[in-house]
């Protein structure tokens, strides 16, 4: 919108032409959602605190959860919208690539939202049904997935591509394209939503990982860059790095308000979103192993639920003191911020790692 404006503006002042660099709305992006979340956020922690929109504890977990008892929750809603405000200023708003990202992180918003909804307000304890939950994520994440393939530009665009191997380009056929988009863009999304459990646990990894995809879509976006890293030209990617600006610059003034101890917790509306925004770009810009490698935290996550779950069901044992990890970590004597600083230890480490493939292959 502002850069649809600048650009008319650039016809009577050449100083408007700045808004044309995408590094510049960039960051005028991250800058903005991160401004608004600051502004927004007290008043609307307010008014949640004032609804009585808090946090259900689990009496089976760590005993030092049981003050968060009553937090305001589902402040996920202040990351959605910052993010989809600041991407509709900054981005052009003709590119395909960013209304697919912007129409997974409401779609995945909504199923979030019905969720917290049910539980926090409804005072329905088990919220929506986990066949109806998965029904609707597998339905977005198809109907994404199916949009991505059929309006494909390129070949690229439909090509699978491994980090460290310059010449492995397999052209993928509509079912497993399809299959592998699917698999993304609805696992990433309840890994982020695992991982949510300790105070800016969650949020960091995504900002870091949400950047770095940014930074991909850039490389790809751009013909000269991409021949140079030699990965797949993606024409009109790089407006995919006005997203994961604005997504980040969102998840820096949430974490302001839900660093230990939290005054807000996300909450699936937040956390279900996000995560599938992280798995939709990771696929639209082809880097669908790279991002399960810097998203390495959620993944841990989410295979220690699925180790703890298949243990218990197949020996009666549990491998884990409690699942998903963080927990085990709680029990063993840690203390929460030791637990969430050494895991975003690890997602930066991760997110480096996987920045290091623009070159290693």
């Known amino acids: 919108m502002l850069y649809w404006l600048a650009l008319r503006l650039s016809a009577w002042q050449s100083g408007f032409h700045v808004f044309s660099y995408l590094t510049f709305r960039a960051i005028l992006a991250t800058g903005s959602s991160l401004v608004v979340s600051l502004l927004v956020g007290p008043p609307m922690i307010a008014r949640l605190s004032r609804y009585q929109i808090g946090q259900v504890v689990r009496t089976d977990g760590p005993q030092t959860h049981l003050p968060k008892a009553g ?4 402040g996920g809603t202040l990351i959605l919208v ?12 003709t590119n395909r690539q960013v209304w697919l990202a912007l129409a997974v992180t ?4 909504v199923i979030g939202f019905l969720d917290d909804y049910l539980k926090l307000v409804v005072r329905n304890p088990k919220g929506l049904a986990p066949r109806w939950k998965y029904l609707c994520q597998s339905v977005a994440g198809l109907a994404v997935a199916a949009v991505l393939f059929y309006t494909a530009a390129v070949p690229a665009e439909t090509t699978l591509y491994l980090p460290f191997f310059k010449k492995f380009a397999q052209p993928l056929p509509a079912a497993a394209f399809i299959a592998i988009a699917y698999l993304m863009i609805v696992g990433m999304s309840n890994a982020v939503n695992l991982t949510d459990g300790l105070d800016g646990l969650a949020i960091m990894p995504v900002a870091l990982v949400s950047a770095a995809l940014g930074i991909f879509a850039y490389a790809s ?12 030209w993606i024409p009109g ?5 006005i997203f994961c600006s604005a997504l980040s610059g969102a998840g820096l003034g949430f974490l302001w308000f839900n660093t230990y101890p939290a005054q807000v917790f996300m909450g699936d509306v937040g956390a279900l979103a996000l995560g599938a925004a992280l798995g939709a770009v990771a696929v639209m810009v082809r880097q669908e192993l790279v991002a399960l490698l810097m998203g390495g935290v959620f993944v841990l996550e989410t295979a220690s639920v699925i180790l703890q779950v298949a243990s218990f069901k197949l020996t009666g044992r549990r491998i884990f003191r409690m ?12 203390a929460e911020p030791k637990v969430i600083v050494r895991f975003w230890i690890i997602s930066l480490i991760l997110v480096l790692a996987g920045l290091a493939t623009l070159k290693l292959r």
Do not use: C, D, R
């Open 237 to 241: 990617a790089g407006e995919l790095l």
């Open 71 to 74: 937090t305001p929750t589902m």
């Open 221 to 232: 976006g751009n013909a000269v860059f991409a021949h140079y890293l030699e990965i797949p």
């Open 82 to 93: 910052t993010t989809i405000v600041s991407t509709v200023l900054w981005a052009h708003l």
């Open 106 to 109: 409401f779609a995945f918003g």
């Open 323 to 334: 699942a998903p990890i963080h927990h085990h970590f709680e029990l063993k004597g840690w």
